[in-house]
């Protein structure tokens, strides 16, 4: 039964700043809704207006005349706009079919940073990104491609300079395939669920992990494919606004499979794991295929890292930065952060 007794001030202060916002965009002679939080940001709000028209955020153009150029700035938190649930704008974009052109185009992402303790810890706790993690738990589910395993762990994967050179060219994808990618997979299947996380839509996923021969191995199978639009807006006060991949995602709608103790997630960008940051492995970015793929073994040493850690009660207990200097005493003892 629900207490009838005020809210204390710590449950103020944890909703503080939550209001939402309903807004209406017209595009090609149709009218949209989005709901939005006052502290989410405009490029938030294009990722919503992705959900329902699958136009990309960065070929979306936002128009309200009294707001002038400000809606260009995908940092600017609705906040600072004074906005009210009344107003119509206007998007103009268009969807993409080829992909592959989409993402050449898409600007990369290479400064990547690394926050400090006390800023993770105000990042991951705050009220704001809690409240935004709920919202997201509610708006996207996961679409499961093979079932949950019992007694697994989980692997989270990121695709670009993870799995995949995607900067550079070649005419077979295969070509730009991270080195003992299959090998990689088909070894860790047998501890791990594994599911692919990237910063990109859906269909560019679908297709290129189709082209890979990621979706339809015989020696392992991917449970679930997740997308941009599972990610999450958050602001540091160094760093200003970033997205970032929140784990709690996954494990509030499969429960009774997955939990910060058995789930480990692998990225490039380290800003990606900092809702859940005892979760997450700094791969190192595998660029310039071409040069690089006979001697990348990067690989390879995961799986022998996965696989000494694959009993473990708790993974989140050890520290994923050292990974590579771990031996097999050090699995022998319990590590804390």
């Known amino acids: 039964m629900a207490s009838s007794s005020s809210p204390s001030r710590s449950e103020e202060e944890e909703n503080e700043g939550l209001e939402e916002l ?44 009294k707001l002038g150029s400000k809606l260009s700035d995908d940092s600017l938190l609705f906040s600072h706009l004074q906005l009210k649930s009344s107003i119509k704008m206007t998007m103009i974009g268009t969807v993409e079919d080829d992909i592959i052109v989409d993402q050449v185009d898409a600007p990369e992402i290479i400064d990547d940073f690394e926050l400090g303790q006390d800023e993770v810890v105000d990042i991951k706790d705050k009220g704001v990104n809690k409240q935004k993690l709920r919202r997201r738990i509610n708006q996207y589910k996961i679409e499961l491609l093979h079932p949950c ?59 290129k992990m189709g082209q890979l021969g990621v979706l339809n191995n015989p020696n392992y199978k991917i449970t679930a494919l997740l997308d941009h639009l599972a990610m999450i807006t958050v602001q540091s ?52 295929a071409h040069l690089n793929r006979n001697s990348d073994q990067e690989l390879v040493k995961l799986t022998q890292y996965l696989l000494a850690i694959a009993d473990l009660d708790d993974l989140s207990s050890l520290h994923h930065s050292n990974w590579e200097s771990f031996t097999e005493d050090d699995f022998k003892r319990p590590r804390h952060r």
């Open 22 to 65: 309903t807004l209406t965009f017209r595009w090609s002679g149709k009218e949209y809704t989005v709901r939005v939080c006052v502290d989410d940001s405009v490029g938030e709000l294009k990722r919503r207006i992705c959900e329902v028209t699958n136009v990309l955020p960065k070929r979306q153009k936002l128009l309200y005349p």
């Open 149 to 207: 395993r019992e007694g697994k762990k989980l692997l989270v994967l990121d695709i670009d300079y993870t799995l995949f050179d995607h900067r550079s060219t070649a005419e077979n994808p295969l070509e730009l395939m991270r080195p003992y990618l299959h090998e990689f997979l088909s070894a860790v299947y047998a501890k791990y669920d594994i599911m692919i996380w990237s910063a990109t839509s859906m269909k560019w996923v679908e297709l």
């Open 237 to 288: 006060d160094s760093r200003g606004i970033f997205d970032c991949k929140p784990l709690g995602l996954i494990w509030a709608q499969f429960p009774e499979f997955y939990d910060s103790k058995n789930t480990i997630m692998f990225d490039d960008l380290r800003r990606n794991f900092v809702m859940n940051p005892q979760n997450g492995l700094t791969i190192r970015p595998f660029r310039k």
